[in-house]
Nanobody, 123 residues
Framework: QVQLVESGGGLVQAGGSLRLSCAASGDTFSRYAMGWFRQAPGKEREFVAV????????CYKDSVKGRFTISRDNAKNTVYLQMSDLKPEDTAVYYC????????????????WGQGTQVTVSS
């Protein structure tokens, strides 16, 4: 079992930045690929970014490329999502997820999920 707790969400103006964190516990963190996802009101959950076990490979949703950066610190059992140049359409609940497999870019089939953190971008 892996427990995931997201933090760092909040209200920010368009063009601003936020850094989300996801702290993991319960198993060896470096065994898991980590993903970030989001769900806006009335919409389905969507993939945002994924990072491999060592951080050597990453993949992003097209609309966040160049604005968001996923990273991890295996010594701290934490994965991050640095978000810059935020837009109102980035408003959503953001979730992190873990899986032993490095799923292909865009996949939603992760084993463990956090509870989410709200990000609201005002125009």
């Amino acid at each position: 079992q892996v427990q995931l707790v997201e933090s760092g969400g909040g209200l920010v103006q368009a063009g601003g930045s936020l850094r989300l964190s996801c702290a993991a516990s319960g198993d060896t963190f470096s065994r898991y690929a980590m993903g970030w996802f989001r769900q806006a009101p009335g919409k389905e959950r969507e993939f945002v970014a994924v990072i491999s076990w060592t951080g050597s490979s990453t993949c992003y949703k097209d609309s966040v490329k160049g604005r968001f950066t996923i990273s991890r610190d295996n010594a701290k059992n934490t994965v991050y999502l640095q978000m810059s140049d935020l837009k109102p359409e980035d408003t959503a609940v953001y979730y992190c997820a873990a899986d032993r497999r490095y799923n292909h870019c865009g996949a939603l089939g992760y084993t463990y999920w956090g509870q989410g953190t709200q990000v609201t971008v005002s125009s």
